[in-house]
């Protein structure tokens, strides 16, 4: 038997710096995910790698011992330093990947406190530099990818008015997008991590309507030459309604903005992709809001029932065909029925749809609620239906933790804190004795059901019994 090809027996055939035996250029899932993706070996990065192992979110909030920071932060202080000030001595590609998704977990899983605020700003301008650097020149698209959900993440610690983060990260991010060679799924995260940051950090609303042309263009099927994958098309509708949710009413139902996004929403609703279709019927929803707020003016307006009756109507406009059909699609997917898809799918898509037909059709706002800890968060706009999307799916495993602790989302979103943060409720053993299917008053329950059963089965035998229908 021969011997094999020394790149075989070695693992090489790799450029130098790479991981052994991996693809130079790999084709990313578009369910690939940072903290699912793959991850071994001990070094300086190393941690890890699971959202479900205790990490630097879980269990990571109480204070040391003697004094001591808390755990999470010590994991965060260490994952940061090791990204800004020991990335250039990490040759290997897959080791700098690893060190990249710690520091992405430790960022979303810090709770956004003053403390992890403060430990992101003591890195300095060496953390976005090293971040970048790997945007603009990765060795995996993995790696590049990784780098992407790590300045989306920042972005949400770091809070409002802080438009020199902005501005440091979004010529690298621009570069991204506007190149051809991208990775689609890169695209998506560039995307994402440019309007989170616009979104959380900038006050200029110039650079907002720039991305929001971004996202328009990159919501149609092909932008700059190069074709849009369905992914990317619904990343650049979810984008572009984050946008949205924070520009006046008008610009977003009644102008340039609306003539330029509508046509392209109905090309996402015609879609053979879930995600798209859905994505784009909650921007029409948002674009109906925001038409509904405007209302009819007193001089437009004949009498009282008219301004009732006309408000958020498109009669009249250039764009009422175009709604008709938009809202003819919506109740299509609303009802839809066949063998194409799953029953769950079905399930899935006439229940997100039937909200968006209530409120583009009915005129009725939403209602999603969010439970926590203390109590309950109530949310009746699309607006805020979108900005809690956006970051929940920015954090992942630590969107809980952040909520609970991060006081510009409880700005954003209205929160109570004292409500958020009440401990008042049962504790973990509490729970366990009186919750717990093994408690006592499970077991009671389970017996009282048993003892039921028991005794409609023995009527019933006695009944046919009686009437001669028994053997």
């Given at each position: 038997m021969g011997k094999k090809p020394r790149s075989e027996r070695f693992g090489g055939g790799g450029k130098k710096g790479s991981s052994s035996g991996a693809d130079p250029d790999p084709d990313l899932a578009d369910d690939y995910t940072v903290a699912g993706s793959e991850a071994g070996g001990d070094s300086q990065w190393g941690?890890?790698?699971?959202?479900?192992?205790?990490?630097?979110?879980?269990?990571?909030?109480?204070?040391?011992?003697?004094?001591?920071?808390?755990?999470?932060?010590?994991?965060?202080?260490?994952?940061l330093a090791a990204v800004a000030d020991r990335f250039d001595n990490e040759k290997a590609s897959r080791k700098r990947e690893q060190g990249l998704r710690r520091?992405?977990?430790?960022?979303?899983?810090?709770?956004?406190?003053?403390?992890?605020?403060?430990?992101?700003?003591?890195?300095g301008e060496g953390l976005v530099k090293a971040v970048?650097?790997?945007?603009?020149?990765?060795?995996?698209?993995?790696?590049?990818?990784?780098?992407?959900?790590?300045?989306?993440?920042?972005?949400?610690?770091?809070?409002p008015s802080r438009d020199d983060y902005f501005d440091s990260v979004s010529p690298v991010l621009a570069r991204v997008l506007g190149s051809a060679s991208t990775v689609p799924l890169v695209k998506c995260g560039a995307l994402r991590a440019a309007c989170m940051a616009?979104?959380?950090?900038?006050?200029?609303?110039?650079s907002t309507t720039e991305l929001v042309r971004v996202c328009t263009g990159l919501a149609g099927e092909e932008f700059r030459g190069s074709p849009c994958t369905p992914a990317l098309r619904s990343t650049a509708l979810?984008?572009?309604?984050?946008?949205?949710?924070t520009l006046p009413d008008a610009y977003i139902s009644d102008g340039p903005c609306s003539e330029e996004i509508l046509p392209l929403i109905k090309l996402g609703l015609d879609s053979r992709d879930g995600d798209l279709r859905a994505s784009a019927g909650?921007?029409?929803?948002?674009?109906?809001?925001?038409?509904?707020?405007?209302?009819?003016?007193?001089?437009?307006?004949?009498?009282?029932?008219?301004?009732?009756?006309?408000?958020?109507?498109?009669?009249?406009?250039?764009?009422?065909?175009?709604?008709?059909?938009?809202?003819?699609?919506?109740?299509?997917?609303?009802?839809?029925?066949?063998?194409?898809?799953?029953?769950?799918?079905?399930?899935a898509q006439r229940a997100t749809f039937r909200e968006f037909c209530d409120t583009v059709t009915n005129d009725n706002p939403p209602e999603s609620t969010v439970s926590y800890v203390g109590g309950v968060l109530e949310l009746n706009t699309w607006r805020e239906i979108k900005q809690?999307?956006?970051?929940?799916?920015?954090?992942?495993?630590?969107?809980?933790?952040?909520?609970?602790?991060?006081?510009?989302?409880?700005?954003?979103f209205g929160a109570d804190i004292d409500v958020l943060t009440d401990q008042s409720g049962m504790n973990a053993t509490e729970k366990r004795m009186f919750k717990s299917k093994n408690s006592e008053a499970s077991k009671k329950a389970d017996k009282g059901r048993k003892d039921g059963r028991s005794k409609k089965q023995g009527m019933n035998d006695e009944f046919l019994h009686q009437n001669g229908y028994a053997d």
């Amino acid at each position: 038997m021969g011997k094999k090809p020394r790149s075989e027996r070695f693992g090489g055939g790799g450029k130098k710096g790479s991981s052994s035996g991996a693809d130079p250029d790999p084709d990313l899932a578009d369910d690939y995910t940072v903290a699912g993706s793959e991850a071994g070996g001990d070094s300086q990065w190393g941690g890890s790698d699971s959202e479900g192992e205790a990490g630097a979110g879980a269990g990571g909030f109480e204070e040391g011992e003697d004094g001591e920071p808390p755990k999470y932060l010590l994991e965060l202080r260490g994952a940061l330093a090791a990204v800004a000030d020991r990335f250039d001595n990490e040759k290997a590609s897959r080791k700098r990947e690893q060190g990249l998704r710690r520091a992405f977990k430790a960022v979303a899983m810090c709770g956004g406190t003053d403390e992890a605020r403060a430990a992101v700003d003591a890195q300095g301008e060496g953390l976005v530099k090293a971040v970048c650097a790997n945007v603009k020149n990765p060795a995996y698209a993995t790696e590049q990818y990784a780098a992407c959900r790590i300045l989306e993440a920042i972005a949400v610690v770091l809070g409002p008015s802080r438009d020199d983060y902005f501005d440091s990260v979004s010529p690298v991010l621009a570069r991204v997008l506007g190149s051809a060679s991208t990775v689609p799924l890169v695209k998506c995260g560039a995307l994402r991590a440019a309007c989170m940051a616009a979104f959380m950090c900038s006050t200029d609303m110039s650079s907002t309507t720039e991305l929001v042309r971004v996202c328009t263009g990159l919501a149609g099927e092909e932008f700059r030459g190069s074709p849009c994958t369905p992914a990317l098309r619904s990343t650049a509708l979810d984008c572009w309604g984050l946008l949205a949710s924070t520009l006046p009413d008008a610009y977003i139902s009644d102008g340039p903005c609306s003539e330029e996004i509508l046509p392209l929403i109905k090309l996402g609703l015609d879609s053979r992709d879930g995600d798209l279709r859905a994505s784009a019927g909650c921007a029409v929803a948002l674009i109906h809001e925001a038409r509904l707020n405007l209302g009819v003016g007193d001089d437009e307006a004949e009498n009282t029932t008219d301004k009732r009756y006309r408000r958020g109507s498109w009669d009249g406009t250039e764009h009422e065909v175009l709604i008709d059909e938009v809202k003819q699609r919506l109740d299509e997917l609303a009802q839809e029925s066949g063998h194409h898809m799953s029953k769950k799918a079905k399930k899935a898509q006439r229940a997100t749809f039937r909200e968006f037909c209530d409120t583009v059709t009915n005129d009725n706002p939403p209602e999603s609620t969010v439970s926590y800890v203390g109590g309950v968060l109530e949310l009746n706009t699309w607006r805020e239906i979108k900005q809690l999307e956006c970051i929940r799916a920015c954090l992942q495993s630590g969107f809980q933790g952040q909520m609970l602790r991060n006081e510009h989302l409880h700005g954003i979103f209205g929160a109570d804190i004292d409500v958020l943060t009440d401990q008042s409720g049962m504790n973990a053993t509490e729970k366990r004795m009186f919750k717990s299917k093994n408690s006592e008053a499970s077991k009671k329950a389970d017996k009282g059901r048993k003892d039921g059963r028991s005794k409609k089965q023995g009527m019933n035998d006695e009944f046919l019994h009686q009437n001669g229908y028994a053997d």
